[in-house]
């Protein structure tokens, strides 16, 4: 049986804030234990991620299962087209993902009065296991230097040491696009 991981506590701490019209993208979303807890908040979720089989479990591929409220998209995130050009959401959720030549194009995901809630892994975080090149973690404070350098107002930002779900070292931001 597929092992059910949890949502992460600050996801699920700060979706609430998100604006009720709109709807909310799970950016590069796994097998959507995200897409399952906004869902389940009532918000239309559009669930993004390269990988059909994580997918799978949550609808609209292959027919393989359906979660109601959750639309899901196949898209690699990283090619020369950006697969949501054009697109906004009141809220846009990223978690243990990154890749910064899109950060931009993925600030530009939130409508304006719309809602960022992003967390992954920072500097320091090798000597814990993966990731561990520079190119997936955040460097200090950079969560928050990307939202102000957009005139975003921070709602909330948190970064250094966890041991939960594994030790860790992680930076996360709930920011407004306002
Ligand atoms: C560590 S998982 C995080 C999944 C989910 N956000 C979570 O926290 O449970 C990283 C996800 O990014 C997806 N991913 C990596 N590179 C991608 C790309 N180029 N395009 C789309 N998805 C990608 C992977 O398929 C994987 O599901």
Avoid at 9 to 33: E, F, K, M
Avoid at 66 to 73: P, R
Avoid at 133 to 148: M, Y
Wanted: glycine content about 14%; hydrophobic content about 45%.
């Amino acid at each position: 049986m597929a092992q059910i991981i949890p949502p992460s506590p600050w996801v699920a701490a700060y979706a609430g804030r998100i604006p009720a019209n709109g709807g909310v993208l799970d950016l590069a979303c796994g097998s959507g234990r995200h897409s399952r807890l906004l869902a389940g908040l009532g918000y239309a979720v559009l669930a993004v991620d390269r990988n059909v089989e994580a997918l799978a479990g949550l609808g609209d591929v292959a027919g393989l299962g359906d979660v109601a409220g959750v639309e899901s998209m196949v898209a690699d995130l990283e090619g020369e087209t950006w697969p949501l050009a054009g697109r906004q959401f009141a809220g846009v959720v990223v978690t243990n993902y990154l890749w910064r030549p899109r950060f931009g194009d993925v600030l530009a995901l939130v409508q304006p009065g719309g809602i960022l809630i992003y967390e992954t892994f920072m500097q320091g975080n090798a000597q814990y296991g993966k990731p561990s090149s520079p190119d997936f973690l955040l460097e200090p404070g950079e969560l928050r230097a990307r939202i102000a350098a957009a005139g975003w107002h921070e709602i909330a930002f948190e970064e250094g040491y966890t041991d939960s779900p594994k030790p860790a070292m992680r930076q996360a931001i709930c920011a407004g696009r306002w």
